[in-house]
T-cell receptor, first 116, second 116 residues
Framework: NAGVMQNPRHLVRRRGQEARLRCSPV?????VYWYRQLPEEGLKFMVY????????ESGMPKERFSAEFPKEGPSILRIQQVVRGDSAAYFC??????????????FGNGTRLTVT | AQSVTQLGSHVSVSEGALVLLRCNYS??????LFWYVQYPNQGLQLLLK??????LVKGINGFEAEFKKSETSFHLTKPSAHMSDAAEYFC??????????????FGKGTKLSVKP
């Protein structure tokens, strides 16, 4: 009965490199959300995906960031040409259905990205 | 647009004392409200939620919160603090329909310290 699994837990990248963050949702969940937590801030919504579809990416920076949730395999958040300002904790959450009334979000333990 | 304000970024109480963490929200539609707890280097765990019905909701670990529409508040309380309650607490709001369905809007969090 595994929860949301994120890896790696910690990721260090030099400026200009690419960061790939992976998220395996709870078994049976087909809705995935990515959030970013900056130091001393709450979580900020980035993107919402269902299998093979991006439903809402209104919180994603326009450049360098992309997300996917393929038919098979985990959801991937990809950050190209990382900068120091990308240093943050990135959390993935999943739910069985869209909406949270009867289908609350289950969060993973996050990936802490450090850009040096 | 929805928003959440948590008053007090840090709250310190003595063990056995009342815990009161404040949350006010702004929403143009009936809100769904949540409290999450985050222990160091972990993800968020759902404490309790309000969707419809009874305005006093009980959660895990002895916490409860009351939805007060007239005050646009959803304060979190616990009658007697325990050392294990030391963590960061996040209030969140969402709506159950429309383009933002399921996308949680978080407050900045309140760090709770419990003194022996």
């Amino acid at each position: 009965n595994a929860g949301v699994m994120q890896n790696p837990r910690h990721l260090v990248r030099r400026r200009g490199q690419e960061a790939r963050l992976r998220c395996s949702p709870v078994k049976g969940h087909s809705h995935v959300y990515w959030y970013r937590q900056l130091p001393e801030e709450g979580l900020k919504f980035m993107v919402y995906l269902q299998k093979e579809n991006i439903i809402d990416e209104s919180g994603m920076p326009k450049e360098r960031f992309s997300a996917e949730f393929p038919k098979e395999g985990p959801s991937i958040l990809r950050i190209q040409q990382v900068v120091r300002g990308d240093s943050a904790a990135y959390f993935c959450a999943s739910s069985r259905d869209r909406g949270t009334r009867n289908s609350p979000l289950h969060f993973g333990n996050g990936t802490r990205l450090t850009v040096t | 647009a929805q928003s959440v304000t948590q008053l007090g970024s840090h709250v310190s109480v003595s063990e056995g004392a009342l815990v009161l963490l404040r949350c006010n929200y702004s929403s143009s539609v009936p809100p769904y409200l949540f409290w999450y707890v985050q222990y160091p280097n972990q993800g968020l765990q759902l404490l309790l939620k309000y969707t419809t019905g009874a305005t006093l909701v009980k959660g895990i670990n002895g916490f409860e919160a009351e939805f007060k529409k007239s005050e646009t508040s959803f304060h979190l309380t616990k009658p007697s603090a325990h050392m294990s309650d030391a963590a960061e607490y996040f209030c969140a709001v969402t709506q159950d329909y429309g383009g933002s369905q399921g996308n949680l809007i978080f407050g900045k969090g309140t760090k709770l310290s419990v003194k022996p």
